[in-house]
């Protein structure tokens, strides 16, 4: 099967599994979601921040958003819960195929008697973040995070107590000698390792010689431990952490996990997909990148040669020969989506940042993947139709289709600044903004472009023309520009403060439009841009795209995986879930009323909606 077929089977796979429910009004139709549904990656693209290995079938596997996965067959399918509280989660412990525990933000601690089907919320009796948990046995516990965040258990979880504050920092990691389980260590900001030998009732920081940012520490015994951090630090003890002397890594990437099986075989993963591995005591590395993913937050190894990974957009992978091959379990394409479109209410298209152009047309019940856009950092897509459509990207580049996307022809801008936003009036007259001020048009559908007016010492973001004269655009530092004249001339001025950027707009008529952008930032105008004024969004996440179906119908989304909706033009915003915690770059609303979602990782996400009549 080819690796095209395995995508687009993974993407109609979707739609046959049941997917995650979540609750949202809607506010074109005044119903509540049906279902939300991760259509890629697969199972779910929220990044993974912790990993176990049960036993030789079962894994478990934490991250953002509440996510929890569960494979009861080495990693063959999954199932995809969402814990109640929806915290982001950081790290999950086994100490038997049934018992486990989670922690996570919000001072979120889950335990499961049945290995994972389940999760009972506990009481941590804080707020702060847990980042990092560690069972001795079925009683013995300790969580760390925020703050210096130490707490310990003594039954399970039943009670968490804090212990003793020793620095204020971040603590990211715990690990116990697991032989005897009286030596253990925390690893935590500004080179900070505390230790304890006595099995956790008291800790006591040791020096470092670093203040880098410790990650993740690793206890191999009473005397051996290493702990990796920022800037491909690594530091090893071999006297149960009186001193600590490091070790070449020979990278400078940050390094996010380290997992020991004997003082002389461990892996490190970080940055970039990387992944180290030492068979004698971190005097050589091998070294191993995973191509698909910018982070490995984890490293899970139950034997020298067995292991599991998970980072960014959802990856878990499994390597059955000491990291030498990787078996990534995600599926799909795992670069950003920058654009999604529905020119009609069954045709669609995707497309993302490394040239992955997607197309539907049965309103997204089957998405075929077509061929790869080559020779392009893409930045922008438009459809006029479902048959005419035009892409721009870094360096000048413009592609137009007339087939719906089977073949792509390069047109000529005669620039080679990056074109950030396209925009069709019909299958002749379009407009492109790019960085430094530029402005392109057309009037015979891109065969030729002819520079317009403007601002050099702006970059423009979005452009939307309401008719053949009358447009609008925006861009950093707060810049709002207006034409009368076909975009022949424009005339501007700064909205809001300067050192916000505008990314997105949207005009419904002749008069009304919204204006989103960094720290939350909602704009609206009643008067054609002659005057603006503020709306609260209740965030402070960058915007990044606006869509309206009318005048009082609307969303906007952003970074960090931020929905808004509005059903009264924006006077009240209300933030509701997406479902993910990635960045989103693009929605688009057909007739039938579901939104589609693009995001960062590869994120694509349907929400469907039961239409309640009025």
């Known amino acids: 099967m080819s690796i095209k077929t395995a995508i687009e089977h993974c993407i109609l796979a979707a739609y046959v599994a049941a997917g995650p429910f979540f609750s949202l ?6 119903g509540r979601v049906e279902k939300s549904v991760w259509i890629n990656p697969l199972p779910q693209g929220n990044s993974l921040h912790g990993v176990s290995f049960v036993d030789n079938r079962h894994v478990v596997a934490v991250g953002d958003g509440g996510t929890i996965l569960v494979s009861s067959d080495g990693g063959r399918h999954w199932h995809f819960h969402r814990s109640k509280v929806g915290a982001n989660l950081r790290a999950v412990c086994f100490v038997s195929p049934r018992l486990g525990w989670i922690v996570g933000w919000s001072g979120t601690i889950l335990k499961t008697v049945d290995g994972g089907e389940h999760w009972i919320d506990q009481d941590s009796g804080t707020r702060l973040p847990l980042l990092s948990v560690s069972f001795r046995d079925e009683s013995r516990g300790y969580a760390v995070g925020w703050g210096g965040t130490i707490l310990r258990t003594l039954n399970g979880g039943k009670v968490w107590e804090r212990q003793t504050r020793v620095v204020p920092y971040y603590l990211y990691s715990i690990s116990f000698d697991p032989r005897k389980g009286r030596t253990g260590f925390i690893a935590g900001g500004y080179g900070t390792l505390l230790g304890t030998n006595d099995g956790g009732e008291h800790w006591t920081k040791r020096s470092t010689g670093t203040e880098a940012d410790l990650f993740s520490v690793s206890s191999i015994d009473s005397e051996v431990a290493y702990a ?3 800037n491909g630090i690594i530091i090893r003890t071999t006297n149960a952490g009186q001193t600590w002397h490091k070790i070449p890594s020979r990278t400078n990437a940050n390094l996010f996990s380290v997992c020991f099986l004997s003082p002389m075989v461990g892996y490190v993963v970080g940055d970039s997909g990387l992944v180290l591995k030492t068979k004698n005591g971190g005097q050589t590395w091998h070294r191993f990148l995973l191509r698909e993913v910018q982070h490995l937050w984890y490293a899970f190894f139950n034997t020298s040669e067995s292991g599991w990974v998970v980072g960014d957009g959802g990856i878990v992978a499994k390597t059955m020969d000491g990291g030498v091959r990787w078996d990534i379990k995600t599926k799909g394409i795992f670069e950003d989506i920058q654009s999604v479109i529905f020119p009609s209410k069954l045709t669609g298209y995707i497309l993302g940042r490394s040239g992955s152009f997607l197309s539907t047309r049965d309103g997204g019940g089957y998405w075929q993947v077509r061929q790869k856009l080559k020779s392009i950092y893409p930045l922008s897509m438009f459809f006029i139709d479902q048959d005419y459509g035009w892409v721009t990207g870094k360096e000048g580049a413009v592609f137009q289709t007339s087939d719906g996307g089977i073949t792509w022809k390069k047109e000529l801008s005669s620039t080679r600044i990056n074109l950030n936003n396209v925009f069709f009036l019909n299958r002749d007259k379009g407009w492109i903004v790019g960085d430094q001020g530029l402005i392109l048009r057309t009037e015979n559908g891109g065969k030729s472009w002819q520079r317009s007016g403007g601002f050099s010492t702006f970059d423009y973001r979005s452009i939307f023309f309401v008719n053949k004269n009358l447009g609008y655009l925006c861009g950093t530092s707060g810049l709002f520009l207006k034409s009368t004249n076909g975009g022949l001339k424009w005339d501007g001025q700064v909205l809001y403060e300067a050192r916000y950027s505008f990314w997105s707009l ?43 179906v009318d005048k009082i119908h609307g969303f906007a989304a952003g970074d960090g995986g931020t929905l808004l909706q509005t059903c009264n033009g924006g006077e009240q915003w209300e933030s509701t879930s997406s479902g993910t915690t990635n960045d989103i770059y693009s929605i688009a609303c ?25």
């Not at 009004?25 to 005044?30: A, R, S, V």
């Open 506 to 548: 949207c005009f419904i008529d002749s008069l009304t439009g919204w204006i989103v952008g960094d720290q939350g930032v909602i704009l609206k105008t009643a008067d054609g841009g002659a005057t603006w004024r503020k709306q609260s969004s209740g965030v402070t996440s960058t915007l990044r795209c606006v869509l309206f």
């Open 590 to 614: 057909p007739d039938d009323g579901s939104l589609w979602i693009g995001g960062s990782f590869g994120t694509i996400l349907h929400i469907a909606f039961e239409v309640e009549e009025k």
């Open 228 to 230: 990796v951090g920022e």
């Open 25 to 30: 009004l809607h506010p074109c139709y005044g």
